[in-house]
């Protein structure tokens, strides 16, 4: 947590230099390096490392689960939300008389958590199913978790990472990222033929029983140091833009979702089909991480808004600590 807070509040202080060289392309800049190096590379010293001897079917399907769950709720949210700010919005018009129509009032509550535009509604769909079960999953997991079940953490993260952040999100962000005359199918398939971290999983998968020379296996390892912190900095750099508390009406209710509900729903599923203690738990902990850094590395490559994405990720990991107590009672 420590790390976190000095390289977030690094990257805040950074880009607030007026010296800084490159400063309004450097966010840009660092997220497509850890799009397509950083990323890339973490990935596949996982799939490397990582024993799928055991690997069953539950951990995997219950992270696709979650994914479609989280999609579903987001896409159901914004059109309710658009629904009721419409009707808010005729409601405030039909009130006000000809000649007070021109001046400008409140925006009801209901606009404040609605994002505006189709970037902003891009990055509020992936803010609610996407969580951080690389980094802030596979830290604490094992403070938690029997050790018997953490193949199914390390399962889980993985499947997330793959079919998630850099398989269906990409999907998402591509899409979002385009005016609507723009999109085309073929256009989703080709960017997710593109990803880097697909092709570094398979290629980590595949070499497995392979020995890499030192040299490489060093320079791999060496450069994981350097993903985390990049990751934070970029946090940082997106927040010192953030202007007060209004940025974070449009995530609270991808927070709800993220922490809240699709939890909940994985432990009550899991619960219906057998599943109790520790088992459950440990898919349940997963389910309920904050929000990826992914959603943040996504909006800087397909041009979503990074604010919601910034936002999000503050307030969802924030509210872990309040969370994980809530899951220990409910379902260890």
């Keep these: ?31 497509r390096s850890l799009y397509w190096v950083g990323v890339p590379l973490q990935i596949l010293a996982l799939a ?66 609605l994002p505006q535009q189709r970037s902003g509604k891009g990055s509020f769909v992936l803010a ?20 018997a079940y953490l193949g199914w953490v390390v399962l889980y993260g993985v499947t997330h990472n793959i079919l998630g952040s850099y398989g269906l999100g990409v999907v998402l962000a591509s899409y979002f990222g385009r005016q609507t005359q723009k999109n085309q199918w073929w256009m989703q398939l080709r960017d997710v033929m593109c990803v880097p971290s697909l092709w570094a999983f398979a290629i980590g998968y595949f070499s497995r029983h392979l020995e890499f020379p030192p040299s490489i296996e060093w320079g791999i390892q060496t450069s994981l140091l350097f993903v985390i912190p990049g990751a934070f900095l970029l946090i940082g750099m997106q927040l ?9 009406y449009p995530v609270i209710i991808p927070a709800v979702l993220k922490m809240l509900v699709l ?42 808004d990074r604010q919601i994405a910034a936002s999000s990720i503050v307030l969802t990991t924030v509210g872990l600590p309040l969370t994980i107590p809530l899951w220990l009672f409910l379902f260890k």
């Design 1 to 31: 947590m420590t790390t976190s807070i000095f390289w977030t509040s690094l990257g805040v202080l950074l880009f607030r230099l007026e010296f800084l060289p490159l400063k309004e392309n450097l966010p840009q800049l660092l997220g």
């Design 48 to 113: 490397r490392r990582s024993d799928f001897t055991q690997a069953v079917w539950l951990p995997p399907a219950i992270t696709l689960e979650v994914l479609l769950l989280g999609m579903g709720l987001a896409i159901l949210s914004l059109y309710l939300l658009k629904q009721l700010a419409y009707w808010q919005k005729s409601r405030l018009t039909s009130q006000l008389q000809l000649a007070d129509r021109q001046r400008t009032y409140q925006l009801p509550i209901v606009s404040k958590l």
């Design 128 to 147: 609610s199913m996407l969580g951080n079960t690389g980094f802030i999953g596979l830290a604490i997991a094992p403070a938690f978790v029997d050790s």
């Design 240 to 248: 010192s833009k953030l202007q007060g508390v209004k940025s974070f």
């Design 263 to 304: 939890p909940a729903l994985a432990g009550v599923i899991l619960t219906y089909f057998g599943i109790t203690g520790d088992a459950r738990f440990a898919l349940v902990l997963m389910s309920g991480m904050p929000t990826a850094f992914a959603n943040l590395i996504l909006a800087e490559e397909y041009n979503l």
